[in-house]
Each structure stands twice: as structure tokens, then as C-alpha cells.
């Protein structure tokens, strides 16, 4: 067996995400600033989830939707809202400080920031929609 030296390093979760597969190992991934805009057409990430660190200054310009599995996100500093679009309304949910939260998946949803923040999320790749905000 060949270990990736890579992954033994310092890993920095901003600039390089884990990709967890759902036969139990887990990879390295390098993230650019192409890295988003080009995550559809990676199929090496779309079985398992893909963990990373995002740091928060505005509001997402999305919505997004994970058919796949559940979203976990954990708010590390900072301030945010995570709105859960349901038929009946909007549901806000408030994180601070050490905030968590699971959005289920199959549900429409998108992130507010009420302060600069810092945010671990675990993400399932397969089939992944995202839409522009209603107005």
C-alpha cells in the first residue's frame, strides 16, 4: 500500500477540502478559486460527502440543494442564518459562536451572514442542484 504524503502534512480545511468516501477513505482535494464553478463536471466527488472550511463575509447568492443526504454545518466564529425554504415559509435558523445545524436533505436552503464567519461544512456531492434567490 502507497500512502499519499500529502495527507499526512498540515492541511490547511480553507485551501484543501477532504473528500469522505463512502467506502471509508479519504482524500486531499486542492481548491482554487475555479474550484466551485467546476465541482459538476468532478466526478470523482460526487459519491461521499466533501468536507471543508469556508470563511463567510456575505451573504450566498444561491440556494442550494443536497438530494443525496443531509448537510452538516458548524459554525466555528461568527453569525449566520441558515434560511430553510419549506412550503408553508421560510424557516430561519440562528448560528453563534459554536453553532450546528443539519439541513435534511432534499430541502432548499442558503446562508445569511450577520458576521464575519468561520464555518466546517460536510457536504454530499451526487446530484446537487443550486438556483438563483427568488426575488
Not at 495527507?7 to 480553507?14: C, K, M, R, T, Y
Not at 450577520?114 to 426575488?135: D, L, W, Y
Request: charge should be negative.
Amino acid at each position: 500500500m502507497t500512502t499519499d504524503t500529502k495527507s499526512l502534512s498540515g492541511l490547511s480545511p480553507a485551501r484543501t477540502y477532504i473528500h469522505l468516501s463512502n467506502l471509508g477513505g479519504a482524500s486531499a482535494i486542492d481548491v482554487d478559486e475555479r474550484f466551485w464553478e467546476t465541482l459538476g463536471s468532478r466526478d470523482d466527488l460526487l459519491e461521499g460527502r466533501l468536507l471543508g472550511l469556508m470563511h463567510l463575509e456575505s451573504d450566498s447568492d444561491h440556494c442550494e440543494m443536497h438530494p443525496s443526504g443531509d448537510e452538516i454545518l458548524i459554525l466555528l466564529s461568527g453569525a449566520i442564518d441558515v434560511i430553510v425554504h419549506q412550503p408553508e415559509g421560510d424557516v430561519v435558523t440562528r448560528l453563534t459562536g459554536l453553532g450546528a445545524c443539519i439541513v435534511p436533505r432534499g430541502i432548499w436552503h442558503r446562508v445569511l451572514v450577520r458576521a464575519p464567519s468561520e464555518m466546517i461544512f460536510v457536504t454530499p456531492g451526487k446530484g446537487t442542484e443550486v438556483r438563483p434567490i427568488a426575488s
